[in-house]
């Protein structure tokens, strides 16, 4: 099967000629986050097939926007994400985030994964309510860890832990996905002790705020 061209003279069309055909904007969603082995993306992205997989990965490399990396330790083989590759964060957040108010609540067969959970945040991130803010916000969600700098009225996310956070967040991951759809409140996860908040009140407070929809 060829690989699908619209044939316009159009950057919007030819960006879909390269990273629109089904999976791939979800397999730079992974990438996003960091190398990743094939078998981690073959488990990230549930229903995908290794053979549609190991295509799309032939696929975006063929146009300079994933590679193949050799992982110091262990020495295994992986894929990244290049430049222009990496170049592409900025539009898949602010898809991510145009795709909160289509979303809807989880349908019983949807998957989630909380190493998702920094492109969550950063789709909800409030850059208006960040202003004076200059602080770090380390997550544990289900034993993935990550965290967010907040600085300039702007985000970054890493992987693993911070130094010294302001604010740490200890939650598993069907508590994170009820704070997420608002299904429970900040407030009823700390009292049932789902969630564990450890920080001043004040960061704290900011802290849930600049991702408050």
């Not at 055909?21 to 073959?42: A, D, K, M, N, V």
């Not at 145009?98 to 989630?112: E, K, N, S, T």
């Amino acid at each position: 099967m060829s690989k699908r061209c619209y044939r316009q003279y159009c950057s919007l069309a030819r960006a879909l000629d390269l990273v629109g055909e089904r999976w791939t904007l979800l397999i730079i969603r992974e990438l996003l986050s960091g190398p990743r082995r094939y078998q981690e993306l073959l488990d990230n992205l549930p229903g995908i097939g290794t053979n549609l997989l190991a295509t799309r990965l032939r696929e975006l490399g063929g146009e300079g926007i994933v590679r193949k990396v050799l992982l110091s330790a262990p020495r295994i083989r992986a894929y990244e994400l290049t430049e222009m590759g990496r170049a592409l964060e900025p539009a898949v957040v602010e898809l991510a985030r145009w795709g909160l108010a289509v979303r809807g609540q989880p349908r019983p067969d949807d998957h989630w994964s909380a190493q998702w959970s920094p492109l969550a945040l950063r789709a909800r991130f409030q850059a208006d309510k960040a202003a004076g803010i200059d602080a770090i916000y380390e997550y544990d969600v289900g034993g993935h860890v990550f965290h967010a700098r907040i600085r300039n009225q702007s985000i970054e996310t890493r992987p693993g832990t911070a130094s010294s956070p302001d604010v740490r967040l200890v939650t598993d991951e069907e508590t994170f996905l009820d704070l997420a759809t608002e299904s429970l409140s900040v407030e009823q996860a700390v009292e049932s002790g789902r969630l564990c908040l450890e920080g001043t009140p004040e960061a704290i407070r900011s802290s849930l705020e600049v991702f408050a929809a």
